[in-house]
């Protein structure tokens, strides 16, 4: 079982700056990944329809044999993974906005979040949030718009310079030192936000702990893949496989597969 294939699944293209942080933390696990950009943004949808979307995503990677699934999606994270967690065997690692190491580090008690309404309008956020923020004021936004231009493969683009233009202002003018990224289609963002950002406010995404929570998950149900042999890694998109090959970069190889 433990070589089998740790499964990652995400609404689109985004989730892949969560499994750049796995494969480097665990070069030798076995990956797939799937895109279900045909159905993103799950930003905007129900509940419901995220829970049906994350049931069909986590079927598959179960029926590819996959020994871990990671919800590589704060939204679908947020949703979903109770009911996943309920109603599949095998283990499932979440993301959820790294609310608490901004709030825990603050100076000036003002902190920004940039996640989908998906994510900021479920129950799972406000608990987490309301448990670390007492003392903090915290700047949400949605980022509307941004996730489709991501899967356009607009990441570097006029539109979307103008909408973090919009979308920080008012984190900027609440004196934030804290960006939380709550998407994971948003660290592709860095460079732009960069460029918006005065030098003292630092950005932090959830990418680094996902992967270590996985390696402690994978460890404790002695799931960890011992072998130094090189992995074998699928990377499947019911959308344009090639606006994910190019966020990748070279050396990947992404196949179109109707889900
Ligand atoms: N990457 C998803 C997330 O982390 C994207 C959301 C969407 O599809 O709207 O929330």
Aim: aromatic content about 6%; overall charge negative.
């Amino acid at each position: 079982m433990s070589k089998q294939a740790i499964g990652i699944f995400d609404s689109g293209v985004g989730g892949t700056s969560i499994w750049r942080e796995l494969n480097a933390l665990l070069p030798h696990e076995n990956t797939i990944y799937l895109a279900d950009s045909k159905y993103a943004p799950y930003g905007n949808k129900s509940k419901e329809e995220i829970i049906a979307l994350s049931k069909k995503n986590t079927e598959l990677l179960l029926d590819k044999g996959c020994k871990l699934i990671v919800v590589a999606c704060n939204t679908a994270t947020t949703n979903a993974v109770q009911h996943l967690r309920e109603n599949y065997n095998v283990p499932f690692i979440g993301i959820e906005p790294a609310i608490k190491p901004a709030a825990l580090n603050t100076k000036t008690k003002n902190i920004g979040i940039l996640a989908t309404k998906g994510t900021l309008s479920s129950e799972l956020f406000h608990k987490t949030t309301d448990l670390f923020t007492n003392d903090i004021q915290v700047i949400e936004q949605v980022g509307e718009g941004i996730v489709p231009l991501i899967e356009n493969g607009n990441v570097d683009s006029k539109e979307m310079k103008a909408l973090l233009q919009v979308y920080l202002k008012p984190m900027l003018d609440a004196n934030i030192d804290y960006l939380v990224l709550g998407c994971t289609h948003y660290p592709y963002l860095i460079p732009q936000l960069l460029e918006i950002l005065p030098s003292h406010v630092k950005i932090i995404d959830s990418g680094e702990a996902v992967a270590k929570q996985t390696k402690a998950v994978l460890r404790q149900h002695e799931l960890l893949n011992n072998t130094t042999n090189k992995p074998k890694l699928q990377f499947y998109s019911n959308g344009n496989p090639k606006v994910m090959s190019q966020l990748l970069g070279e050396g990947f190889e992404v196949d179109y597969l109707d889900f």
